[in-house]
């Protein structure tokens, strides 16, 4: 079993800042990649963020430039600074890892449960 927690959502102004947070613990034998998604209401769930096991960074086009994933002390971690927040970021923001697990499945990713982040004045 793999799991994985989402925290640091919540509720800012435009132009404010929050910060995610993301661990993944259970029956992992090594990352592939982990990162953040997220889903606005009525849209489909879109990339944010992904840090690869080699620290090979990508980002979606809306967040480019205010946004930062980073790594870490310890490989189950990561963390999403979001910067410069606009109305339209707001989303429940999922956080997933690709991992093979300890029965040496490969390539599955496990997703938390969400964490919303509202950006309104």
């Known amino acids: 079993q793999v799991q994985v927690a989402e925290s640091g959502g919540g509720s800012v102004q435009p132009g404010e800042s929050l910060r995610l947070s993301c661990t993944a613990s259970g029956s992992i034998y090594s990352f592939t990649s982990m990162g953040w998604h997220r889903q606005a209401p009525g849209q489909e769930r879109e990339l944010v963020a992904r840090?690869?096991?080699?620290?090979?960074?990508t980002y979606g086009d809306s967040v480019k430039g205010r946004f930062t994933i980073s790594r870490g002390n310890a490989k189950n971690t990561v963390y999403l600074q979001m910067n410069s927040l606009k109305r339209k970021d707001t989303a429940v923001y999922y956080c997933?890892?690709?991992?093979?697990?300890?029965?040496?499945?490969?390539?599955?990713?496990?997703w938390g449960q969400g964490t919303q982040g509202t950006v309104s004045s």
């Open positions: 997933s890892a690709k991992v093979t697990d300890a029965c040496g499945a490969a390539g599955r990713e496990h």
């Open positions: 840090i690869s096991s080699g620290d090979k960074i």
